[in-house]
């Protein structure tokens, strides 16, 4: 498990606890249990700083109905660094065959240098693939657009967030630390996160909340990057600025996440108006919020009042999950929900999980994994198909160079 962002981070080994959830509270759920397991815990913590003491990855699905379980899960030995300094946590599951006071000595694997990586190419499914694990065709995603904008006229929705998938499949022995390590080099704005399989790089901080102080960064409204052309980068920003489009689908994603927080927050305050947001591959419109901590509330239970935000899913919000169940051809799976951690004392970061893919092991013993990465961008009126595909391809760029054979 890997969690890092330019100078803090953590590496999480082994596993000592394993909770699942799933249907529609199991966000609160996966709170409540948490509450109980961090109450029963004996925690000696002499760093004292976020990340410091027990903790728990989490990874959980988009939708309500998913097949795909959420998790929590506790590693067994924590490497940590925040700034300057650097600490490993052991956690321990106390059983009836443990002496009182015995005390175990963590073994750290050995260091060693990057693996095999032959690479990836990912691409959209053929007739002859099975979807389900392989991702959606081109002409899916576009017939969607098309329909999607179609029930926007008709005034069913305000805005309809539409993905679609690629796939790929890398050796079981492939060392997947490339990718990670790729990623932490190029998205230093980002958190690079690797739980239960799910490795990606988020620009979207879904929650913060540490000491009583809550934030978020919401993005909605995206262009194309162009490095390789200073001034036709320029304009790409400028563009999506002015964009009287993009400015509308953003503000939809201000508001929703404004007014889930309302009830757990005090001071809340806004940018005062959406920045253009650079990375390696895109331009975003972000807005970052921050707040205090109204009453005793985790950081699960934030995520909770949160998800989905209108910059995955749409306004309104239940009407726009219904037609993306409708439209899309696939579950989800944990894309688009949120991935994270949590400490004991409910404090923890939960990212959007975007810029993301699924590593699975491929059925039928082949001894290779499948790799599916999703992508996608919200429709409104007036939304062009061939548009809103090349913003799809923005999009995976960051995991198709993660996991391609080159350097």
Same mark, same amino acid.
């Given at each position: #498990?890997?969690?890092?962002?330019?100078?803090?981070?953590?590496?999480?080994?082994?596993?000592?606890?394993?909770?699942?959830?799933?249907?529609?509270?199991?966000?609160?759920?996966?709170?409540?249990?948490?509450r109980?397991?961090?109450?029963?815990?004996?925690?000696?913590?002499?760093?004292? #700083?976020?990340?410091?003491?027990?903790?728990?990855?989490?990874?959980?699905?988009?939708?309500?109905?998913?097949?795909?379980?959420?998790?929590?899960?506790?590693?067994?030995?924590?490497?940590?660094?925040?700034?300057?300094?650097?600490?490993?946590?052991?956690?321990?599951?106390? %059983?009836?065959?443990?002496?009182?006071?015995?005390?175990?000595?963590?073994?750290?694997?050995?260091a060693?240098?990057?693996?095999?990586?032959?690479?990836?190419e990912?691409?959209?499914?053929?007739?002859?693939?099975?979807?389900?694990?392989?991702?959606?065709?081109? %002409?899916?995603?576009?017939?969607?657009?098309?329909?999607?904008?179609?029930?926007?006229?008709?005034?069913?929705?305000?805005?309809?967030?539409?993905?679609?998938?690629?796939?790929?499949?890398?050796?079981?022995?492939?060392?997947?630390?490339?990718?990670?390590?790729?990623?932490?080099?190029?998205?230093?704005?980002?958190?690079?996160?690797?739980?239960?399989?799910?490795?990606?790089?988020?620009?979207?901080?879904?929650?913060?909340s540490?000491g009583?102080?809550?934030?978020?960064?919401?993005?909605?409204?995206?262009?194309?990057?162009?490095?390789?052309?200073?001034?036709?980068? /320029?304009?790409?920003?400028?563009?999506?600025?002015?964009?009287?489009?993009?400015?509308?689908?953003?503000?939809?994603?201000?508001?929703?996440?404004?007014?889930?927080?309302?009830?757990?927050?005090?001071? #809340?305050?806004?940018? %005062?108006?959406?920045?253009?947001?650079?990375?390696?591959?895109?331009?975003?419109?972000?807005?970052?919020?921050?707040?205090?901590?109204?009453?005793?509330?985790?950081?699960?239970?934030?995520?909770?009042?949160?998800?989905?935000?209108?910059?995955?899913?749409?306004?309104p919000?239940?009407?726009?999950?219904?037609?993306?169940?409708?439209?899309?051809?696939?579950?989800?799976? /944990?894309?688009?929900?949120?991935?994270g951690?949590?400490?004991?004392?409910?404090?923890?970061?939960?990212?959007?999980?975007?810029?993301?893919?699924?590593v699975?092991?491929?059925?039928?013993?082949?001894?290779?994994?499948?790799?599916?990465?999703?992508?996608?961008?919200?429709?409104?009126?007036?939304? %062009?198909?061939?548009?809103?595909l090349?913003?799809?391809?923005?999009?995976f760029?960051?995991?198709?160079?993660?996991?391609?054979?080159?350097?």
């Amino acid at each position: #498990m890997f969690w890092n962002r330019d100078d803090r981070g953590c590496v999480g080994v082994g596993e000592v606890l394993r909770l699942t959830f799933s249907g529609e509270q199991r966000y609160l759920e996966a709170s409540r249990a948490w509450r109980e397991i961090a109450a029963h815990a004996e925690i000696d913590d002499p760093v004292g #700083m976020p990340g410091s003491g027990l903790l728990a990855f989490g990874t959980f699905a988009f939708a309500d109905d998913s097949s795909v379980e959420s998790v929590l899960i506790v590693p067994r030995i924590l490497v940590n660094r925040h700034r300057g300094t650097a600490w490993i946590t052991e956690i321990t599951r106390v %059983d009836s065959s443990q002496v009182a006071g015995e005390k175990s000595v963590p073994v750290l694997p050995t260091a060693t240098d990057l693996g095999v990586w032959h690479g990836v190419e990912l691409h959209a499914a053929s007739d002859s693939v099975d979807r389900a694990t392989a991702g959606s065709k081109v %002409d899916d995603y576009l017939a969607g657009v098309v329909e999607a904008t179609q029930r926007i006229d008709a005034g069913a929705v305000e805005k309809v967030v539409l993905s679609r998938q690629i796939a790929g499949e890398v050796s079981a022995g492939a060392d997947l630390r490339v990718p990670l390590d790729r990623l932490s080099a190029k998205y230093l704005d980002c958190w690079t996160f690797a739980v239960d399989g799910l490795i990606g790089a988020s620009p979207e901080t879904l929650v913060r909340s540490t000491g009583g102080a809550v934030s978020a960064r919401v993005l909605a409204g995206t262009r194309g990057r162009h490095p390789e052309d200073a001034a036709r980068d /320029r304009a790409a920003r400028d563009e999506l600025l002015r964009s009287a489009k993009e400015q509308h689908e953003h503000d939809f994603a201000v508001q929703s996440v404004v007014t889930a927080l309302a009830p757990h927050v005090r001071d #809340m305050r806004t940018s %005062d108006d959406p920045f253009a947001l650079q990375l390696p591959n895109v331009w975003h419109l972000a807005t970052d919020l921050g707040a205090s901590l109204g009453a005793e509330t985790t950081a699960l239970e934030l995520v909770d009042a949160l998800h989905p935000t209108a910059a995955v899913a749409g306004t309104p919000t239940a009407d726009a999950v219904e037609l993306i169940a409708e439209l899309e051809p696939f579950d989800r799976g /944990r894309y688009s929900g949120a991935v994270g951690w949590i400490d004991a004392d409910g404090d923890g970061e939960w990212v959007i999980a975007l810029r993301c893919a699924q590593v699975t092991e491929a059925d039928g013993g082949s001894g290779s994994r499948t790799v599916v990465a999703t992508a996608g961008g919200g429709i409104v009126a007036g939304s %062009d198909p061939q548009h809103e595909l090349g913003e799809t391809v923005s999009k995976f760029r960051p995991i198709t160079e993660a996991f391609s054979s080159g350097s």
